[in-house]
């Protein structure tokens, strides 16, 4: 079965977007963790980037990825835009809009939007380091804004539900691969 990088993003002093007292990296450890959870038990290697409450760079998290020959590396975070509520839903990033990663991308998004997330797309983004300089598939997922008080309503309501739809759509893509589609 394939190896598969999970990335919880920033952590220890960088605590990503910030709304009312909650921290985008606390939202994601947990979020990572339990989609870890149904991966293992689905019989996907996991290899955690962070299981706990400290920072690497996303240099450093691209790295291990590559040394451990992973198959796919999915980083997750939650989004944030300039005024409170001012957006809403998910959106995942890739380096590329075609290929393997967009396909993953796509699978995570459909999934996703069945709990209730608005369908926001898959868009490239080459800038980010996690993107550019993994060595295979990767796909950066924003869960919701997290100043948007309805998206964070809906992944305290349906947490278990946002974990399952990743997972699956982490699932659809890796037990059906389909390499340079």
């Known amino acids: 079965m394939a190896l598969v990088v999970l990335d ?30 149904i991966l293992e038990a689905n019989g996907v290697d996991v290899f955690y980037t ?10 450093q998290k691209a ?3 590559n040394q451990a020959g992973a198959d796919y590396f999915v980083s997750i975070h939650r989004n944030s835009s300039p005024y409170p509520n ?23 998004n459909d999934r996703l939007e069945q709990v209730g997330f608005i369908n926001q797309g898959v868009n490239e983004q080459q ?9 295979m598939p990767a796909v950066l ?12 309503a809906l992944l305290d309501a349906r ?13 659809q893509t890796v037990q059906n691969p ?4």
């Open 8 to 37: 919880a993003g920033h952590g220890g002093s960088n605590p990503g977007a910030v709304y009312q007292g909650r921290r985008e990296k606390d939202d994601v450890l947990a979020l990572t963790l339990a989609v870890g959870q």
């Open 50 to 59: 962070r299981d706990d409450d400290t920072y690497e760079s996303p240099y």
């Open 63 to 65: 790295q291990e990825g």
């Open 86 to 108: 001012q957006y809403s839903g998910v959106e995942t990033l890739v380096y590329n809009r075609y290929g393997e990663a967009a396909r993953l991308a796509n699978n995570i």
């Open 127 to 135: 800038n980010l380091v996690v993107l550019r300089r993994t060595q």
């Open 141 to 152: 997922v924003e869960v919701g804004f997290i100043n948007t008080d309805a998206d964070n």
């Open 159 to 171: 947490f278990n539900e946002t974990a399952q739809a990743i997972a699956d759509g982490i699932l």
């Open 178 to 181: 389909s390499y340079y589609s």
